[in-house]
């Protein structure tokens, strides 16, 4: 992929972006002030629960939405700033899929691929021909004669992408594109924007309320609550240590631990040692391949009791997390730790057992 | 039952009733589906959106909508007279059916380009397609079962307009009726004249029906 030199501040690039949506009853605020920053060949999520913004969002980048201030940049070129004659040649770098499909059903598949080549005025038999190397990457050779209504919707989602990327995009925006299909399918789809990813390099912006399409794909996530972003990084930061009330909303379920109930009945159960310490402990890459609890178990003489335990991926890495009680002297305690830290385990140390025990009995 | 001469006469004003509704029909929907496209595109949150374009065609329409049919014809006898040199006779008859019909075909065109999915318009937006390549390649091909519905209803409603425009002095099958089966008695020639106006938009609706249904089947 060419890349000019101002990209590596961000291939898409949203500055303090606001949108209000006026009725004539009421105003509703669906972004305020959100900038973000999307750097080539990544695949971005944003996240958030129903209503929170993200689509207005996402449908900022290419204008279907007008944001009220605020500028978007992509690829160097301000799409706010330009009329309307110009957007329409940028939009044509920018690829869009949905979460209807929104194919024309007037249209044969191959035709529906082809039809953003027609716009760009790409003479007939090089359409065809790219269409059907398109219909070849997702896997719908066989389907070029059929006509929407005749697909299944993973086959839409997939005629979909092929349509979007026909122009040869910058970038690809998804917004919520699994969210009327099945999980088998969501999988696939995901999948495909996968590979698609990783062989052109196509930057990709996700948008989704499900975590788990954000662990399984993406780089980086935002996380869009009440129309602002609560939170912004790597997925695996913002997995193993979520900071924001939204962000530990939707991870709950998907490789976050929460400290359970049952969990506080047997840290009360467990012999009653005086220095007991209860740890969360987040493994990423190559960490979770290590034998890492026997060997602070024998090395420091420390015990371990593991309260509850997880493990997943994230993208391609596998990542684990493990609620622990760890007792032993304070000495051996911190060094155990330390030597976590050392070879890339996240520790958090959630309180002292009898402080937490005391906390939770109280309220 | 009837001779030689009647079934040529009835042939005859057969022939002229197809001719005025083919022809008026026919230019309703050129002028009409323009009109149509405007109203739907220049209304709010439209592709085109301009409020004071919009409510102009909408009251236009309107007006032309509530102007019964018999009134207008007498009105625009001088414009009529104008575009064909006469303001009697069967291809005179035509300019009247046209001016009735294009308000007629311009909210049906409205109509079915307004059910055309939104999310479509806006993949097609998003694309970079210009607001005359959504008119084109998006909203009418999209809208096409529909509209083929509404032009067999226009087609229908004007075979029963022609008939009015033959009272006075329009020909085709109306007139027919209204000089021999009326002025002159003759009970068979009104009931054979019914009989072919029945047959005629039974016929047209059969017509429109399955093409707008094998156009609709394709899809599916």
Same mark, same amino acid.
């Given at each position: ?92 770098? *920018? ?6 499909? @929104? ?63 026909? @122009? ?28 698609? @990813? ?9 948008? +989704? ?28 930061? *913002? ?7 939204? +962000? ?5 379920? +998907?490789?976050? *631990? ?91 140390? *959630? ?9 939770? @009995?109280?309220? | ?48 959106? $301009? ?36 303001? =009697? ?12 019909? =294009?308000? %007629? ?47 067999? =209803?226009?087609?229908? $409603? ?26 002159? %008695? ?35």
């Amino acid at each position: 992929m060419h890349l000019k030199e101002g990209c590596v501040i961000g291939l898409v690039k949203l500055e303090s972006i606001s949108k209000t949506f006026t009725t004539e009853s009421s105003k509703v605020v669906a972004l305020e002030d959100v900038s973000l920053r999307v750097a080539p060949g990544e695949i971005f999520g944003i996240i958030g629960l129903s209503g929170a913004g993200k689509s207005t969002l996402v449908r900022c980048i290419n204008m279907l939405e007008v944001p009220d201030k605020g500028r978007v940049y992509v690829d160097g070129l301000e799409i706010t700033g330009l009329g309307s004659k110009e957007l329409r040649e940028a939009r044509k770098k *920018i690829g869009m899929i949905f979460q209807n499909f @929104n194919l024309l059903s007037s249209r044969t598949v191959l035709e529906n691929i082809v039809f953003p080549l027609e716009i760009a005025g790409l003479e007939k038999e090089k359409r065809l021909e790219k269409g059907r190397n398109l219909l070849q990457l997702v896997g719908l050779e066989d389907k070029e004669k059929a006509y929407p209504s005749q697909l299944s919707g993973g086959q839409k989602q997939r005629v979909g992408i092929a349509r979007a990327l026909a @122009n040869d995009p910058k970038v690809l925006l998804c917004d919520e594109p699994t969210s009327s299909l099945d999980p088998q399918t969501t999988r696939s789809i995901l999948k495909l924007l996968d590979t698609i @990813n990783k062989e052109f390099g196509l930057t990709i912006i996700l948008i +989704t309320h499900e975590m788990d399409s954000i662990r399984q794909i993406c780089d980086k996530v935002a996380v869009i609550a009440d129309g602002r972003v609560a939170e912004c990084g790597k997925v695996v930061d *913002i997995f193993t240590s979520p900071k924001h009330k939204a +962000t530990k909303a939707l991870i709950r379920g +998907t490789g976050h *631990i929460d400290t359970p109930d049952w969990a506080v009945e047997i840290l009360e159960a467990s012999s009653q040692a005086p220095d007991r310490k209860l740890v969360r402990l987040s493994f990423v890459g190559e960490s979770t391949g290590r034998p890492v609890v026997s060997s602070i178990i024998r090395d420091f003489g420390v015990d371990i009791n593991i309260l509850t335990a997880q493990i997943d991926h994230i993208r391609s890495a596998p990542f684990g997390v493990m609620l622990v009680e760890l007792s032993g002297d304070d000495d051996s305690v911190e060094k155990s730790l330390d030597f976590l830290e050392r070879i890339g385990v996240s520790v958090e140390v *959630i309180d002292d057992v009898s402080d937490f025990l005391a906390k939770v @009995n109280g309220r | 039952m009837f001779d030689h001469r009647f079934v040529q006469i009835i042939a005859g004003s057969l022939g002229e009733t197809l001719y005025m509704v083919g022809v008026s029909c026919a230019l309703a929907v050129v002028f009409g589906l323009p009109i149509g496209v405007v109203l739907v595109t220049t209304e709010r949150k439209g592709i085109l959106e $301009n409020p004071g374009v919009n409510q102009v065609f909408g009251v236009v329409v309107n007006i032309g909508r509530s102007i019964p049919f018999v009134i207008l014809m007498v009105a625009i006898m001088p414009f009529t007279r104008l575009l064909t040199g006469t303001s =009697i006779g069967t291809t005179a008859a035509i300019v009247p059916l046209t001016v009735a019909a =294009i308000p %007629f075909v311009a909210r049906m065109v409205e109509t079915s380009l307004r059910e055309v999915d939104q999310g479509v318009i806006e993949a097609a937006q998003a694309m970079g397609a210009s607001p005359w390549e959504i008119i084109s390649k998006v909203l009418i091909p999209e809208a096409m079962p529909s509209l083929i519905s509404g032009v067999t =209803i226009t087609a229908i $409603n004007l075979i029963g307009y022609s008939t009015m425009a033959g009272a006075i002095g329009g020909g085709g099958l109306g007139d027919l009726a209204v000089r021999y089966g009326y002025q002159r %008695f003759r009970g068979d020639v009104m009931f054979a004249t019914v009989v072919i106006l029945v047959l005629l938009v039974q016929g047209v609706q059969m017509f429109g029906g399955t093409l707008a249904r094998r156009v609709e089947k394709r899809r599916s």
